[in-house]
């Protein structure tokens, strides 16, 4: 069983940074891609981010791209979303998602909320 845990949400003014963290366990370091989801009330969830298991290969959405940053330490299993020039259209619930084998296995998401 592969178990996906987020943190570091919280709240943000306009303008201002977040790091979010994810670790993936359960199975050999490493082996994950991963990705960043979010999903905004009533708005369906969205994917803004994702990176290969070697960290060699990233994607961005548009809504994100130039002011997020996903990287991985694939030592840990450990990946990372920095979160630059926040906008209260980023406010959402922030999900992380881990492939392996074309299984998924979700966080249970972490809140990030921004004021303007």
């Known amino acids: 069983q592969v178990q996906v845990v987020e943190s570091g949400g919280g709240l943000a003014q306009s303008g201002d940074s977040l790091r979010l963290s994810c670790v993936a366990s359960?199975?050999?370091?490493?082996?994950?891609?991963m990705g960043w989801f979010r999903q905004a009330p009533g708005k369906e969830r969205e994917a803004i981010a994702g990176?290969?298991?070697?960290?060699?290969?990233?994607w961005y959405s548009d809504s994100v791209k130039g002011r997020f940053t996903i990287s991985r330490d694939s030592a840990k299993n450990t990946v990372h979303l920095q979160m630059n020039s926040l906008k209260p259209d980023d406010t959402a619930v922030y999900y992380c998602?881990?492939?392996?084998?074309?299984?998924?296995?979700w966080g249970q998401g972490t809140q990030v909320t921004v004021s303007s």
């Open positions: 990176i290969s298991w070697t960290g060699g290969f990233t």
């Open positions: 998602r881990a492939a392996l084998d074309g299984n998924y296995y």
């Open positions: 359960g199975r050999a370091s490493g082996d994950y891609a």
